[in-house]
């Protein structure tokens, strides 16, 4: 199995793990419920768990692509309706869909997959996540004086220096993604950018405030995110992805 999937199961069981400790999935979907938020939990848990055994992978990278998706349309959907003209809106909505690509090249390295279908789904699960990481870099500027404030101060040349390279980053590799010209260099790249954050950025959060479920939350899609560009990179390694 490759490490990209692993890191993308890793990272998405741990935000069911963290709907169980806090009682609820991420802050902009809170359930009616807590027997809701255990039973998406259990589908975040479970689906992830199964892509760490063989033949059950591509079932578990469909079924995690089909809840993203989902929650995608009912949780951020109607906001992204309501304000189409609010970056925020269209981050939320991006931030889901990213996951749900997670699933689908999941899906596309499962030992079990055939082919030639798997081919085309890591295609359209790289444009896909290309034009999400447009969303990421629009909203680093859109945003960038609370996005600086999540920035190391030690950290040189600066706050808002950062906002803006790690803004051009994100969109800079979603457009190599998207073009298909250096696709693999720019997930690569991207893999460790979204490392760093979860190590400079959100690990501290959790340090100074480890009962905020906010910080927990925002670690783990972070990781998982992680998991989504590096499992580009494998596509493209293992020439799934051919083009």
């Excluded at 255990?38 to 079932?59: C, G, T």
Aim: aromatic share 10%; glycine share 8%.
């Amino acid at each position: 199995m490759n490490i990209g999937t692993r890191v993308y199961g890793l990272g998405v069981a741990a935000m069911g793990v963290t709907a169980v400790a806090f009682h609820a999935l991420a802050p902009a979907h809170p359930p009616a419920n807590d027997a809701l938020a255990y039973a998406e939990a259990a589908i975040l848990i479970l689906a992830s768990l199964a892509l760490y055994l063989p033949r059950a992978s591509a079932a578990g990278g469909l079924v995690l692509a089909a809840y993203f998706t989902l929650m995608a349309l009912v949780s951020a959907g109607p906001p992204l309706v309501a304000k189409p003209l609010v970056v925020g809106s269209w981050e939320d909505f991006a931030e889901l869909v990213a996951l749900a690509t997670g699933g689908v090249v999941a899906y596309a390295l499962a030992p079990s997959a055939r082919a030639d279908r798997a081919a085309l789904v890591a295609r359209a699960g790289r444009l896909v996540f290309g034009l999400c990481l447009l969303v990421f870099g629009a909203a680093h500027f859109a945003y960038a004086k609370y996005t600086a404030s999540l920035v190391p101060a030690w950290l040189p040349p600066g706050q808002m220096a950062w906002t803006y390279i790690t803004g051009i980053a994100q969109a800079a590799a979603g457009l190599a993604l998207l073009s298909g010209v250096r696709a693999r260099l720019a997930a690569i790249l991207l893999t460790t950018m979204y490392g760093l954050f979860a190590v400079l950025v959100h690990a501290p959060l959790i340090l100074a405030s480890p009962h905020v479920r906010f910080n927990w939350n925002e670690l783990f899609e972070t990781l998982a995110l992680m998991g989504v560009a590096w499992t580009m990179a494998d596509a493209t390694a293992h020439r799934v992805d051919r083009t």
